[in-house]
């Protein structure tokens, strides 16, 4: 099974931060990433998706980049609805395995 | 917009089953596979398998081969996912999620709320 490690696990920040999280591989997955968000009680919600395609209706302030075994998803001015975990998924093996998650808290 | 509406919380015996169902609203259910996702505080998040509507062909994760069925009725556009033999650490919350699929890749691009399964003697 391909591994992602996501980094760092906690990151605390503060309202209009530029924050970067990475996911890493274990073995090149091209560019078939995910970035979901999810919010305590909520299920996830998608981001982005084919590394660097922002989903519909996603603010412009989130982007991703990467291909084969590092990724990053980038927030570049971090707004209070956006403290949350992000996840990754890659989707170019099977089993479709996730991150561990990073948790993003209000410094 | 597209929606994921899944069954209640339910609590099992170990060694029991359960099935979960998704119902589908707002979009041709059967143009789209339906993904199986799971979440434990310790495990974090799982995927299970995928399930097309279409023709009922599957494609499961090895952990679960022999535990998991994904089935659907497309007359009431709902997919189901029965998981057998039970154990503790089965206890999580099951998503159900929609793949999608352009020239940019694949993904999953809306999620059920979610089913709490506790599994508790």
């Known amino acids: 099974d391909i591994q992602l490690t996501q980094s760092p696990s906690f990151l605390s920040a503060s309202v209009g931060d530029r924050v970067t999280l990475t996911c890493r591989a274990s073995?090149?997955?091209?560019?078939?990433l995910a970035w979901y968000q999810q919010k305590p009680g909520k299920a996830p919600k998608l981001l982005i998706y084919?590394?660097?395609t922002l989903q519909s209706g996603v603010p412009s302030r989130f982007s991703g980049s990467g291909s084969g075994t590092e990724f990053t998803l980038t927030i570049s001015s971090l707004q209070p609805e956006d403290f949350a975990t992000y996840y990754c998924?890659?989707?170019?093996?099977?089993?479709?395995?996730f991150g561990q998650g990073t948790r993003v808290e209000i410094k | 917009q597209v929606q994921l509406v899944q069954s209640g919380a339910v609590l099992r015996r170990p060694g029991a089953s359960v099935k979960v169902s998704c119902e589908a609203s707002?979009?041709?259910?059967?143009?789209?596979?339906i993904h199986w996702v799971r979440q434990t505080p310790e495990q974090g998040l799982e995927w299970m398998g995928w399930?097309?509507?279409?023709?009922?062909?599957?494609k499961y994760s090895q952990k679960f081969q022999g535990r998991v069925t994904m089935t659907r009725d497309t007359s009431i556009s709902t997919a189901y996912m029965d998981l057998s033999s039970l154990r503790s650490y089965d206890t999580a919350v099951y998503y159900c999620?929609?793949?999608?699929?352009?020239?940019?890749?694949?993904?999953?691009?809306?999620w059920g709320q979610g089913t709490l399964v506790t599994v508790s003697s």
């Open positions: 999620a929609r793949g999608y699929l352009d020239s940019r890749g694949p993904c999953l691009d809306n």
């Open positions: 707002r979009y041709t259910f059967t143009g789209y596979y």
């Open positions: 399930i097309n509507p279409n023709n009922g062909d599957t």
């Open positions: 073995q090149g997955i091209g560019s078939y």
């Open positions: 084919g590394a660097s």
């Open positions: 998924q890659q989707l170019n093996s099977y089993p479709r395995t």
